[in-house]
């Protein structure tokens, strides 16, 4: 598994480059072979079911450390997933690349008082790719700092490259207080 943290622009974190998970302590490489007869009729769990399980486990981690839990956005999760989808397709490297736009985007419809991202890769089985990419963000710093950053809202967007690797793109937001004046009735 691969995974970076990234803090926007103006925040205190400074991130590794590149982090390296502990591919063989997580196991990622385990059963790389083909599969077994049981494993080929289980139907693969869908993006969004996956999206659901990291949410779980983040809210998991975060509870055991005695913070709220994050509550769930589906269109920040559509933001995300883009970028998941585009890296899974080769659009663009794995990594952080265009995350000020994705800042930008989530802007538009959510004041931000600070976002935080945390990107993955694995080529782990589908029942098994969630709870590995967790673990492989809550071993590294930068990554669990983001887990139990001041946040309070967050979107997870899943994809599946044409290979077989999953891509993973957790947005942290903490919402600001939105003073902009409302029209009123028409």
């Known amino acids: 598994m691969h995974v970076t943290p990234r803090r926007a622009a103006g925040s205190r974190f400074q991130p590794p480059a590149v982090f390296l998970a502990v591919l063989a302590a997580l196991g990622v490489a385990a059963g790389a072979g083909a599969p077994s007869a049981r494993a080929r009729d289980r139907p693969t769990p869908s993006p969004g079911l996956l999206e659901a399980q990291t949410h779980a486990l983040v809210n998991e981690h975060r509870r055991a450390a005695r ?10 999760a559509a933001i995300a997933r883009g970028h998941s989808e585009a890296m899974a ?12 736009g994705r800042r930008r985007r989530i802007a538009r419809s959510t004041p931000l008082q600070g976002m935080a991202e945390n990107v993955g890769v694995n080529n782990a089985a589908a029942r098994r790719t969630a709870r590995m990419t967790v673990a492989g963000w809550l071993a590294s710093p930068g990554h669990r700092a983001n887990i139990e950053g001041d946040y309070d809202v967050t ?12 891509y993973f793109t957790q947005l942290f937001v903490k919402r600001g207080r939105d003073d902009s004046p409302r029209p009123g009735p028409r």
């Open 67 to 76: 913070l709220p839990p994050l509550a769930y956005s589906p269109e920040i």
């Open 89 to 100: 397709a080769g659009a663009v490297p794995f990594g952080h690349d265009g995350v000020a």
């Open 155 to 166: 979107g997870i967007g899943i994809a599946r490259s044409r290979e077989g690797a999953w």
